[in-house]
Protein backbone atom coordinates (compact mmCIF):
# COMPACT_ATOMS: atom_id res chain seq x y z
CA UNK A 1 0.00 0.00 0.00
CA UNK A 2 1.03 3.48 -0.93
CA UNK A 3 0.28 6.26 0.85
CA UNK A 4 0.79 9.73 -0.37
CA UNK A 5 -0.72 12.74 0.51
CA UNK A 6 -3.90 14.16 -0.66
CA UNK A 7 -4.35 17.02 -3.18
CA UNK A 8 -6.92 20.10 -2.17
CA UNK A 9 -9.85 18.31 -4.14
CA UNK A 10 -9.79 15.16 -2.57
CA UNK A 11 -9.69 16.76 0.74
CA UNK A 12 -12.62 19.44 0.25
CA UNK A 13 -14.45 17.18 -1.40
CA UNK A 14 -14.04 14.65 1.55
CA UNK A 15 -15.69 17.49 3.95
CA UNK A 16 -19.07 17.15 2.76
CA UNK A 17 -19.47 13.56 3.95
CA UNK A 18 -20.90 14.83 7.18
CA UNK A 19 -23.33 17.59 5.85
CA UNK A 20 -26.96 16.69 5.84
CA UNK A 21 -27.05 15.62 2.56
CA UNK A 22 -26.36 11.81 4.23
CA UNK A 23 -29.48 9.88 4.29
CA UNK A 24 -30.72 8.49 7.87
CA UNK A 25 -28.55 5.90 9.45
CA UNK A 26 -28.65 2.12 7.74
CA UNK A 27 -27.43 -0.99 9.01
CA UNK A 28 -25.04 -3.48 6.61
CA UNK A 29 -24.60 -7.12 7.46
CA UNK A 30 -22.80 -9.39 4.94
CA UNK A 31 -22.38 -13.03 6.10
CA UNK A 32 -18.46 -14.79 5.64
CA UNK A 33 -17.71 -15.79 2.64
CA UNK A 34 -20.39 -13.93 0.88
CA UNK A 35 -20.59 -11.15 -1.70
CA UNK A 36 -22.92 -7.86 -1.93
CA UNK A 37 -23.55 -5.61 -4.60
CA UNK A 38 -23.78 -1.94 -3.33
CA UNK A 39 -26.03 -0.02 -5.13
CA UNK A 40 -25.61 3.11 -7.21
CA UNK A 41 -27.98 5.29 -4.84
CA UNK A 42 -25.66 3.97 -2.49
CA UNK A 43 -22.16 6.61 -3.42
CA UNK A 44 -23.39 8.81 -0.31
CA UNK A 45 -24.57 6.24 2.48
CA UNK A 46 -24.64 7.03 6.06
CA UNK A 47 -24.42 3.35 8.22
CA UNK A 48 -25.15 2.77 11.78
CA UNK A 49 -23.33 -0.50 11.77
CA UNK A 50 -21.07 -3.15 9.71
CA UNK A 51 -21.22 -6.17 10.22
CA UNK A 52 -18.97 -8.25 7.51
CA UNK A 53 -17.87 -11.52 8.15
CA UNK A 54 -14.93 -13.27 7.35
CA UNK A 55 -13.81 -13.19 3.49
CA UNK A 56 -17.04 -10.46 2.89
CA UNK A 57 -16.47 -8.49 0.31
CA UNK A 58 -18.43 -5.39 -1.02
CA UNK A 59 -18.86 -4.44 -4.91
CA UNK A 60 -18.51 -1.09 -6.13
CA UNK A 61 -20.29 -0.76 -9.76
CA UNK A 62 -18.65 0.25 -12.41
CA UNK A 63 -20.98 3.14 -13.14
CA UNK A 64 -20.30 4.98 -10.22
CA UNK A 65 -16.91 6.10 -9.17
CA UNK A 66 -17.41 8.70 -6.34
CA UNK A 67 -18.44 6.98 -2.71
CA UNK A 68 -19.07 8.63 0.52
CA UNK A 69 -19.43 6.11 3.72
CA UNK A 70 -19.89 7.30 7.31
CA UNK A 71 -20.06 3.85 9.56
CA UNK A 72 -21.07 4.90 13.08
CA UNK A 73 -19.99 1.16 13.93
CA UNK A 74 -17.82 -0.92 12.50
CA UNK A 75 -17.12 -4.58 12.87
CA UNK A 76 -14.60 -6.26 10.07
CA UNK A 77 -13.52 -9.46 9.94
CA UNK A 78 -10.52 -11.21 8.39
CA UNK A 79 -9.83 -10.99 4.88
CA UNK A 80 -12.69 -8.25 4.08
CA UNK A 81 -12.77 -6.98 0.48
CA UNK A 82 -13.87 -4.13 -0.78
CA UNK A 83 -13.77 -4.01 -4.85
CA UNK A 84 -13.84 -0.86 -7.02
CA UNK A 85 -12.14 -1.76 -10.33
CA UNK A 86 -12.26 0.22 -13.46
CA UNK A 87 -13.59 -1.31 -16.51
CA UNK A 88 -11.40 -2.75 -18.97
CA UNK A 89 -11.90 -0.58 -22.42
CA UNK A 90 -13.23 -3.09 -25.00
CA UNK A 91 -11.02 -4.32 -28.01
CA UNK A 92 -10.72 -2.91 -31.04
CA UNK A 93 -12.67 -4.37 -34.49
CA UNK A 94 -10.77 -6.00 -37.11
CA UNK A 95 -10.14 -3.97 -40.59
CA UNK A 96 -11.55 -5.82 -43.33
CA UNK A 97 -9.04 -7.02 -46.23
CA UNK A 98 -9.65 -5.52 -49.69
CA UNK A 99 -10.51 -9.00 -51.40
CA UNK A 100 -9.89 -10.62 -55.00
CA UNK A 101 -7.67 -8.62 -57.81
CA UNK A 102 -8.52 -5.13 -58.87
CA UNK A 103 -9.15 -5.45 -62.67
CA UNK A 104 -6.55 -5.12 -65.53
CA UNK A 105 -3.85 -2.61 -65.02
CA UNK A 106 -5.69 -1.10 -61.84
CA UNK A 107 -4.54 -0.14 -58.61
CA UNK A 108 -5.78 -2.96 -55.77
CA UNK A 109 -7.85 -0.91 -53.37
CA UNK A 110 -6.46 -0.45 -49.53
CA UNK A 111 -7.06 -2.88 -46.45
CA UNK A 112 -9.61 -1.23 -43.96
CA UNK A 113 -8.21 0.12 -41.14
CA UNK A 114 -8.99 -1.56 -37.54
CA UNK A 115 -10.92 0.88 -35.03
CA UNK A 116 -9.53 2.11 -31.69
CA UNK A 117 -9.65 0.17 -28.45
CA UNK A 118 -11.68 1.88 -25.89
CA UNK A 119 -10.16 3.84 -22.66
CA UNK A 120 -9.87 1.54 -19.72
CA UNK A 121 -12.09 3.22 -16.83
CA UNK A 122 -10.89 4.66 -14.04
CA UNK A 123 -10.92 2.91 -10.67
CA UNK A 124 -13.75 4.10 -7.86
CA UNK A 125 -13.09 7.02 -5.41
CA UNK A 126 -13.96 6.14 -1.66
CA UNK A 127 -14.35 8.13 1.16
CA UNK A 128 -14.33 6.21 4.37
CA UNK A 129 -15.14 7.58 7.85
CA UNK A 130 -15.62 5.01 10.30
CA UNK A 131 -15.67 3.74 14.31
CA UNK A 132 -13.67 0.91 14.52
CA UNK A 133 -15.43 -1.51 17.36
CA UNK A 134 -13.29 -4.54 15.57
CA UNK A 135 -10.95 -5.20 12.57
CA UNK A 136 -9.12 -8.26 11.44
CA UNK A 137 -8.17 -7.52 7.56
CA UNK A 138 -9.33 -5.21 4.61
CA UNK A 139 -7.93 -5.23 1.43
CA UNK A 140 -9.65 -2.06 -0.95
CA UNK A 141 -9.22 -2.78 -4.56
CA UNK A 142 -9.88 0.35 -6.94
CA UNK A 143 -7.29 -0.17 -9.84
CA UNK A 144 -7.73 1.19 -13.20
CA UNK A 145 -9.18 -0.79 -15.85
CA UNK A 146 -7.16 -2.05 -18.74
CA UNK A 147 -7.35 0.00 -22.22
CA UNK A 148 -8.71 -1.78 -25.22
CA UNK A 149 -6.11 -3.03 -27.94
CA UNK A 150 -6.68 -1.58 -31.03
CA UNK A 151 -8.12 -3.65 -33.83
CA UNK A 152 -5.43 -5.65 -36.43
CA UNK A 153 -5.97 -3.50 -40.37
CA UNK A 154 -6.98 -5.34 -43.21
CA UNK A 155 -4.60 -6.31 -46.30
CA UNK A 156 -4.75 -4.63 -49.45
CA UNK A 157 -6.25 -5.63 -52.70
CA UNK A 158 -3.74 -7.61 -55.25
CA UNK A 159 -2.71 -5.10 -58.38
CA UNK A 160 -4.78 -5.81 -61.76
CA UNK A 161 -2.31 -7.85 -64.71
CA UNK A 162 -0.44 -5.81 -67.31
CA UNK A 163 -2.34 -5.91 -70.71
CA UNK A 164 -1.53 -2.97 -73.00
CA UNK A 165 -0.74 -1.04 -69.83
CA UNK A 166 1.15 -2.04 -67.09
CA UNK A 167 -0.07 -4.05 -63.97
CA UNK A 168 -1.55 -2.40 -60.80
CA UNK A 169 0.36 -1.70 -57.48
CA UNK A 170 -1.17 -3.92 -55.05
CA UNK A 171 -3.10 -1.47 -52.51
CA UNK A 172 -1.61 -0.72 -48.96
CA UNK A 173 -2.76 -2.35 -46.20
CA UNK A 174 -4.67 -0.46 -43.70
CA UNK A 175 -3.95 1.55 -40.55
CA UNK A 176 -3.96 -0.67 -37.21
CA UNK A 177 -6.21 0.89 -34.54
CA UNK A 178 -4.68 2.53 -31.64
CA UNK A 179 -4.98 1.09 -28.17
CA UNK A 180 -7.12 2.23 -25.36
CA UNK A 181 -5.56 4.81 -22.74
CA UNK A 182 -5.27 3.12 -19.51
CA UNK A 183 -7.64 3.97 -16.60
CA UNK A 184 -6.44 5.75 -13.47
CA UNK A 185 -6.26 4.31 -10.11
CA UNK A 186 -8.68 5.31 -7.22
CA UNK A 187 -8.46 8.03 -4.55
CA UNK A 188 -8.64 6.27 -1.11
CA UNK A 189 -9.17 8.14 2.01
CA UNK A 190 -9.64 6.13 4.91
CA UNK A 191 -10.11 8.38 8.75
CA UNK A 192 -10.85 6.15 11.86
CA UNK A 193 -11.59 6.37 15.49
CA UNK A 194 -11.68 3.87 18.12
CA UNK A 195 -15.29 3.05 18.87
CA UNK A 196 -16.05 3.06 22.69
CA UNK A 197 -17.34 -1.16 22.02
CA UNK A 198 -13.95 -1.45 20.59
CA UNK A 199 -12.48 -4.54 22.73
CA UNK A 200 -8.69 -3.67 22.67
CA UNK A 201 -6.53 -0.83 20.10
CA UNK A 202 -6.21 -1.59 16.69
CA UNK A 203 -4.11 -0.21 13.80
CA UNK A 204 -5.48 0.62 11.14
CA UNK A 205 -2.71 1.05 8.97
CA UNK A 206 -1.45 -2.45 9.95
CA UNK A 207 -4.25 -4.25 8.72
CA UNK A 208 -5.65 -2.33 6.01
CA UNK A 209 -4.25 -2.57 2.47
CA UNK A 210 -5.03 -0.44 -0.54
CA UNK A 211 -4.47 -1.35 -4.79
CA UNK A 212 -4.87 1.70 -7.05
CA UNK A 213 -2.36 0.97 -9.31
CA UNK A 214 -3.22 1.94 -12.88
CA UNK A 215 -4.72 -0.16 -16.07
CA UNK A 216 -2.17 -1.31 -18.94
CA UNK A 217 -2.67 0.36 -21.88
CA UNK A 218 -3.71 -1.10 -24.86
CA UNK A 219 -1.83 -2.20 -27.26
CA UNK A 220 -1.77 -0.43 -31.06
CA UNK A 221 -2.75 -3.00 -34.09
CA UNK A 222 -1.38 -4.51 -36.45
CA UNK A 223 -0.48 -2.82 -40.04
CA UNK A 224 -2.49 -4.49 -42.84
CA UNK A 225 -0.62 -6.28 -45.44
CA UNK A 226 0.43 -4.87 -48.75
CA UNK A 227 -1.37 -6.21 -51.59
CA UNK A 228 0.33 -7.98 -54.41
CA UNK A 229 1.66 -5.86 -57.38
CA UNK A 230 -0.40 -7.43 -60.82
CA UNK A 231 1.60 -9.61 -62.77
CA UNK A 232 3.50 -8.62 -66.04
CA UNK A 233 3.54 -9.68 -69.59
CA UNK A 234 4.41 -10.03 -72.66
CA UNK A 235 1.56 -7.95 -75.33
CA UNK A 236 1.35 -8.61 -79.22
CA UNK A 237 2.05 -5.34 -80.59
CA UNK A 238 0.10 -4.52 -84.05
CA UNK A 239 3.18 -4.40 -86.53
CA UNK A 240 3.44 -5.90 -89.90
CA UNK A 241 6.26 -7.74 -87.87
CA UNK A 242 4.26 -9.18 -85.15
CA UNK A 243 6.06 -8.32 -82.57
CA UNK A 244 5.91 -8.80 -79.01
CA UNK A 245 6.57 -6.39 -76.46
CA UNK A 246 7.44 -6.80 -72.88
CA UNK A 247 5.15 -4.56 -70.13
CA UNK A 248 5.84 -4.63 -66.80
CA UNK A 249 3.53 -5.77 -63.54
CA UNK A 250 2.87 -3.19 -60.55
CA UNK A 251 4.64 -2.63 -57.29
CA UNK A 252 4.04 -4.44 -53.75
CA UNK A 253 0.96 -2.59 -52.23
CA UNK A 254 2.87 -0.56 -48.86
CA UNK A 255 2.40 -2.08 -45.77
CA UNK A 256 -0.04 0.08 -43.20
CA UNK A 257 1.03 1.52 -40.13
CA UNK A 258 0.63 -0.09 -36.98
CA UNK A 259 -1.52 1.58 -34.57
CA UNK A 260 -0.54 3.55 -31.43
CA UNK A 261 -0.02 2.02 -28.03
CA UNK A 262 -2.59 3.32 -25.53
CA UNK A 263 -1.20 6.04 -22.67
CA UNK A 264 -0.41 5.12 -19.61
CA UNK A 265 -2.87 5.71 -16.61
CA UNK A 266 -1.70 7.46 -13.05
CA UNK A 267 -1.60 5.52 -9.82
CA UNK A 268 -4.40 6.22 -7.36
CA UNK A 269 -3.75 8.33 -3.57
CA UNK A 270 -4.26 6.49 -0.09
CA UNK A 271 -4.64 7.71 2.64
CA UNK A 272 -5.36 6.50 6.23
CA UNK A 273 -5.52 8.76 9.11
CA UNK A 274 -6.69 9.05 12.73
CA UNK A 275 -10.39 11.30 12.84
CA UNK A 276 -8.74 14.35 15.06
CA UNK A 277 -12.17 15.48 14.82
CA UNK A 278 -13.80 13.20 16.20
CA UNK A 279 -11.39 12.05 18.75
CA UNK A 280 -11.84 15.63 19.90
CA UNK A 281 -15.60 16.12 19.91
CA UNK A 282 -15.86 13.15 21.93
CA UNK A 283 -13.14 14.63 24.85
CA UNK A 284 -15.51 17.68 25.08
CA UNK A 285 -18.98 15.65 24.91
CA UNK A 286 -17.58 14.92 28.75
CA UNK A 287 -17.40 18.12 29.85
CA UNK A 288 -14.69 21.12 29.91
CA UNK A 289 -12.48 21.24 31.20
CA UNK A 290 -11.13 17.76 31.56
CA UNK A 291 -11.60 16.26 35.23
CA UNK A 292 -8.09 15.84 34.91
CA UNK A 293 -4.61 17.10 34.30
CA UNK A 294 -3.10 14.41 32.12
CA UNK A 295 -6.67 14.39 29.70
CA UNK A 296 -6.03 17.92 30.10
CA UNK A 297 -2.73 17.78 28.40
CA UNK A 298 -3.72 14.90 25.57
CA UNK A 299 -6.68 17.48 24.94
CA UNK A 300 -4.14 20.50 24.46
CA UNK A 301 -2.37 17.86 22.57
CA UNK A 302 -5.43 17.14 19.99
CA UNK A 303 -6.34 20.66 19.52
CA UNK A 304 -2.36 21.48 18.16
CA UNK A 305 -2.76 18.13 15.72
CA UNK A 306 -5.80 19.68 14.44
CA UNK A 307 -4.87 23.43 14.37
CA UNK A 308 -1.96 21.54 12.57
CA UNK A 309 -4.24 19.67 9.72
CA UNK A 310 -6.15 22.44 9.29
CA UNK A 311 -3.20 24.91 8.49
CA UNK A 312 -1.67 22.31 6.12
CA UNK A 313 -5.28 22.36 4.34
CA UNK A 314 -5.11 26.06 3.76
CA UNK A 315 -1.74 26.09 2.18
CA UNK A 316 -2.98 23.11 0.05
CA UNK A 317 -6.35 25.63 -0.94
CA UNK A 318 -4.01 28.48 -0.83
CA UNK A 319 -1.42 27.05 -3.46
CA UNK A 320 -4.74 25.36 -5.63
CA UNK A 321 -6.33 29.04 -6.23
CA UNK A 322 -2.92 30.54 -7.22
Known sequence: MKLIPFGVALLSGACVLLQPALAAAADLQVPAG???VMEPKQTREHFATWKLGDGATLVLPENAEDWHWEVERAEIGTGVRILGAGAAGEVGGDGADSIGQASSCADGAAGRPGTDGD???????????MGIAALGSLTIEVPGGDGGDGGDAGRGQDGGDARKCPGGDGGAG???GAGGD??????VRIRYYRHSAAAAPVDPG???????????????GRGGVGGNGGEGGYVQMRTLTGARKWVSGGDQGRAGDPGANGEPGSEGRALIESDVDRRLDRLLERGTPPPVPAERDRLQDLERELDAMRQRLEALEHEDGR
Open 182 to 187: AGDGGD
Open 34 to 36: ATR
Open 206 to 220: AVIDIVAGPGTPGKG
Open 119 to 129: DGGDGANLDLR
Open 174 to 176: GRG
